[in-house]
């Protein structure tokens, strides 16, 4: 009896150190545990005052996200609304009857400047007609048709009542080509521009220029009917020296 | 550029012949062939004229009578309507035997998916009622946005009410005026004759009891000139749209082939200064002629205004041998060869875009034949093929050319389309010489 009262003692102390082995482990865990709660609880304050200010911006970037965002989806919309707009405007442009316009000009070829130019002329296109005869005559001022083209310079000027413009302009054509077959049409029409000026003199010595340099154009007897009318004289051989006077005679009645 | 070059500086591209001898243009790019040339004026021809597959479709659906005892009128109206919109190919015209059963005659009657799906597939579609004989109501619906596009109450005679109607149609969906209300002058039985522009309507313009010749319409169509023997030399007439006589020339001679242009300047060609033809220009009642031509032996007639800027003249002229179309500024100057294919042409017609002239031409020993030029490229293009064509004359919109034609057996005045396509005959009794009214 002694015997099993000594073997309980001895399982009570070893209980009872396994309890304190225990209680001792269960307090170095708990305040393991506790530290770790502490570490965990700093880190979460961290974590949260992190939070607070990340959460303060990403509510200003939210709401200013948000914001974008319906203005995003409204101009989608617009952009969608107009998308389709353009592309029934588009249909309906393409689908209409159109008047052609020249084909298309290839950068270099004078010849397609020049149609175009003067299709744009003859279409009452004046100012397009006018742009592209000056391109041609600056791109091309050795070529065939450049008196051409600034004949048809003057000749805009000259239907828009731009007269002292349009008689500087067709006073080029004969320095760009002065046996060309425009040099007289531009002299006649200069000559016709300095009478409306009033430069009665001036257009006299044109007209009589061209006279001379072109006897058999068409503006020649054009100017010639001109002086007949505004200085019949100018028309007169010049006098020779010793020659005798012509002898006026009465008309009969 | 130096003289003479012009002359063979036009490249003919479109003869429909091989047979056909003409300089070639020195100054165009002759490393293109000439059917590429001629495929592009044709394109661009195509951008004019809505051809069968391209452009929008537009179905035309049957007028419904709203009031009784307009079956006659409703026919002609429903027919008229047709043929306008279907000759002004602004738009392909779906036939009939495809649409919806159901009548439609006012919007709340339209029900979208049958017009704008198959089998009609329509872009747009016209209908409306005719709620007496001088009164209609059109609309004009846009499939695809489900818009009314146009309401139109009409009034006028039934032929006049459809024209109205097509006008309006065609002036929405190309912003241009239409031509259904033109009117088409010509000679029939040595008088001038008018007509509407698609044969109907035909009377008496002149009853001269002599021989009339060449009518020409002013630009606004107010004014027509004509050559008239009544006085026994052939001289120039011109008459207000009422008929009354505003002025004629007075001179011995063979004066002919009248012009008027936009700002009312006519011009003709006479022998009344000697034994050459040669172009003047006078003022709108014939008087203060000023002679534009000096040749010597030489023919110089047929002189027509380019009637958008009036600023230059196109005529044809022999003094090269055969006649030629050559062009002459307004007040004499700049007058130069544009076309110069062999050949004997005649009557050029400068379209009223100022783009192209229309010429009649034998093609250098043939027969004669409606062709086009284009006034700044020289690319030239063969209208007719069938029997004998002349005196090409435009439609106000540029998009259409009346001629005289044999191809019957008789001189018939017809129409057809810029590229040649659908000619239709416009008179039956006999008609030379159109001149269309802008």
């Known amino acids: 009896m002694a015997v099993q009262l000594e073997e309980m003692k001895t399982e009570m102390v070893l209980l ?137 310079v003057g000749e805009i000027f000259y239907g828009e009542k731009k007269l002292e413009e349009a008689a500087a302009e067709f006073d080029k054509v004969s320095t760009l080509n002065p046996n060309g077959d425009k040099t007289s049409p531009a002299q006649y029409k200069r000559a016709t521009i300095l009478l409306e000026l009033g430069k009665k003199d001036e257009a006299i010595n044109q007209f009589l220029l061209l006279i001379k340099n072109n006897p058999k154009s068409n503006e020649s007897a054009l100017a010639t009917q001109q002086l007949q009318q505004i200085a019949p004289e100018a028309l007169l051989p010049p006098v020779q020296p010793g020659a005798e006077k012509p002898v006026r005679r009465p008309k009969k009645p | ?85 279907k000759f002004a190919s602004v738009a392909n015209i779906v036939g009939k035997s495809l649409y919806p059963k159901t009548r439609l005659a006012d919007p709340s009657g339209l029900r ?75 000679i029939h039985n040595r008088e001038v004759y008018v007509m509407d522009y698609d044969g109907y309507g035909s009377r008496a313009f002149t009853r001269d009891g002599s021989i009339a010749l060449f009518p020409a319409w002013s630009t606004d169509g107010r004014k027509l000139a004509y050559v008239s023997y009544r006085n026994g030399y052939p001289n120039i007439v011109i008459r207000g749209e009422d008929g009354l006589i505003i002025g004629s020339t007075q001179f011995k001679g063979t004066t002919t082939s009248p012009s008027i242009s936009p700002n009312g300047s006519l011009a003709f060609s006479s022998s009344k200064d000697g034994d050459s033809m040669e172009i003047y220009v006078a003022n709108g009642d014939g008087s203060n002629a000023r002679k534009l031509t000096r040749t010597r032996n030489s023919v110089n007639i047929s002189p027509r205004w380019n009637p958008r800027t009036g600023r230059e003249l196109a005529f044809i002229s022999d003094r090269g041998g055969s006649p030629q179309i050559y062009l002459i500024g307004a007040d004499g100057t700049n007058e130069r060869a544009i076309l110069s294919l062999g050949g004997q042409m005649d009557s050029p017609a400068w379209s009223p875009d100022g783009r192209f002239i229309a010429f009649t031409w034998d093609g250098g020993g043939g027969t004669f034949n409606i062709y086009m030029a284009d006034v700044a490229s020289g690319q030239v293009l063969r209208l007719t093929r069938e029997g004998r064509n002349e005196n090409p004359a435009w439609s106000p919109d540029s998009r259409h050319i009346a001629f005289q034609s044999n191809r019957t057996g008789r001189w018939e005045i017809w129409a057809m389309h810029i590229d040649g396509s659908e000619p239709r005959q416009l008179t039956l009794n006999g008609g030379r010489s159109p001149s269309w009214a802008y």
């Open chain 1, 16 to 152: 009872q150190r396994q309890v304190q082995s225990m209680q001792d482990t269960f307090n170095k865990t708990n305040g393991e545990l506790n530290t770790l709660i502490v570490q965990m609880s700093d880190n979460i304050s961290a974590i949260r005052r992190a939070q607070s200010s990340i959460s303060t911006n990403t509510n200003d970037t939210a709401s200013q996200v948000a914001a974008m965002g319906e203005r995003l989806t409204a101009t989608n919309q617009r952009m969608e609304r107009l998308s389709e707009q353009f592309a029934q405007l588009k249909k309906v442009i393409e689908d209409i009857p159109k008047m052609p316009t020249f084909s298309q000009i290839t950068p270099g070829n004078a010849e397609q400047l020049f149609a175009a130019a003067y299709s744009d002329f003859s279409r009452g296109n004046f100012q397009l007609a006018l742009s592209e005869f000056r391109q041609y005559v600056e791109i091309y001022p050795g070529s065939e048709l450049a008196d051409n083209a600034q004949y048809w």
């Open chain 2, 1 to 85: 550029m130096k003289k003479g070059i012009l002359v063979s500086t036009i490249l003919l591209l479109i003869v429909g012949s091989s047979a056909f001898l003409f300089p070639v243009d020195a100054t165009l790019d002759i490393q293109n062939p000439a059917s590429q040339t001629q495929d592009e004026l044709r394109r661009q021809l195509g951008t004019i004229i809505v051809t069968p597959g391209a452009g929008p479709s537009l179905a035309v659906a049957d007028f419904q009578a709203r009031s009784t005892n307009v079956d006659q009128a409703l026919a002609m109206f429903n027919e008229t309507v047709w043929r306008d919109l």
């Open chain 2, 112 to 186: 979208f998916e049958e017009w704008g799906n198959e089998p009609v597939k329509a872009d747009y579609v016209v209908f409306g009622s005719l709620t007496g004989n001088t009164e209609a109501q059109g609309f004009l619906y846009d499939m695809k946005t489900r818009q009314q596009l146009l309401t139109a109450r009409l009034s006028g005679d039934a032929r006049n009410m459809a024209h109205q109607l097509a006008d309006q149609i065609i002036k929405l969906l190309t912003g241009v005026d239409g031509i259904a209300l033109s009117k088409i002058a010509y």
